[in-house]
């Protein structure tokens, strides 16, 4: 633990989809003072995302859905291009990461690598990110995909490498994770 940290209280402000919590400390200054300081954390779990590509068509899936974040800040369709992802729950993050992948796009890999753990907004949010990528053919799809939960809205887009990466410069991907996979993908070569 961070000796230049006391815990002072925790308070559990809403616990309605996630769990947002208040919690208040003191902060070690390098004067040597205390500062009492307040930070709210929201905590949603961890996760986990995947680049699924097939290295002999040069294809990517993503998937676009509805963020309503998204909506409430500008975007405004509300839709995003993200590749696959899904909550732990109580699953290990490869375990985690081949179910998503089965549910959100219809396609069943067993081989699946981790290249990241990512914090993505550590100024307000304690997830932590599981980033993999695993190679795909036709042969594995066995559904269509687009989710099991009856508010999930899943389109699975199937698409030429190239044209996803450029998506990134034109601004119809904006989804973090999305350009993470996709810059990875373009540095590895791994199409």
Request: one cysteine or more; aromatic letters at 8%; hydrophobic letters at 35%.
């Amino acid at each position: 633990m961070n000796d230049k940290i006391k815990v002072l209280s925790t308070e559990v402000l809403s616990d309605n989809w996630y769990t947002l919590r208040k919690v208040t400390y003191e902060y070690l200054k390098n004067d040597g003072s205390w500062q009492t300081q307040s930070r709210e954390a929201y905590d949603r779990g961890n996760g986990a995302t995947i680049l699924l590509y097939n290295k002999k068509q040069r294809t990517v899936i993503l998937t676009r859905q509805f963020r309503l974040p998204t909506l409430v800040n500008g975007n405004e369709s509300g839709m995003l291009i993200e590749t696959c992802a899904g909550l732990l729950d109580l699953d290990n993050p490869e375990e985690c990461i081949r179910r998503e992948t089965e549910e959100e796009t219809g396609y069943r890999v067993e081989h699946v690598r981790k290249i990241l753990e990512l914090y993505m907004s550590p100024g307000s949010v304690t997830e932590i990110l599981y980033f993999f990528v695993g190679e795909y053919t036709a042969d594995q799809k066995v559904h269509e995909g687009g989710g099991v939960d009856e508010d999930e809205i899943i389109e699975v887009m199937e698409m030429d490498f190239e044209k996803a990466y450029t998506m990134i410069s034109t601004g119809e991907v904006k989804d973090a994770k999305t350009i993470i996979l996709l810059q990875y993908a373009k540095l590895h070569s791994l199409l």
